[in-house]
């Protein structure tokens, strides 16, 4: 079991940077793939970016976000990243860390073991 825990969330103006962690604790984290995904009101959760077990050698990323975002990952401190670049006011929304345990870069949040809380990010025009 893991417990993951959303951290980096904020108020920012449109063309701003945030970075948002997701710290996972319990089983080794470099066993899972992990993905970030966001939801604004009204809407379906929709997947932003994912990267891959171990080494994070392969990342995938919703065509809305590619350019801007960035995935990384830091084995050593049990920790994802969502580095949030040129931000828009569409990109308003809760944005959730989840886990995977398979080697699958996933862009199904049905695919995902475990979420953390979520943390709000806004972005004003």
């Known amino acids: 079991q893991a417990q993951l825990v959303e951290s980096g969330g904020g108020l920012v103006q449109a063309g701003g940077s945030l970075r948002l962690s997701c710290a996972v604790s319990?089983?080794?984290?470099?066993?899972?793939?992990m993905g970030w995904f966001r939801q604004a009101p009204g809407k379906e959760r929709e997947f932003v970016a994912a990267?891959?077990?171990?080494?994070?050698?392969?990342?995938s990323y919703a065509d809305s976000v590619k350019g801007r975002f960035t995935i990384s990952r830091d084995n050593a401190k049990n920790t994802v990243y969502l580095q949030m670049n040129s931000l828009k006011p569409e990109d308003t929304a809760v944005y959730y860390c989840?886990?995977?345990?398979?080697?699958?870069?996933?862009?199904?949040?049905?695919?995902?073991?475990?979420w953390g809380q979520g943390t709000q990010v806004t972005v004003s025009s």
């Open positions: 989840a886990a995977d345990q398979s080697w699958i870069v996933s862009r199904q949040y049905s695919n995902y073991d475990y």
């Open positions: 990267i891959n077990r171990g080494g994070g050698s392969s990342t």
């Open positions: 319990g089983r080794s984290f470099s066993f899972y793939t």
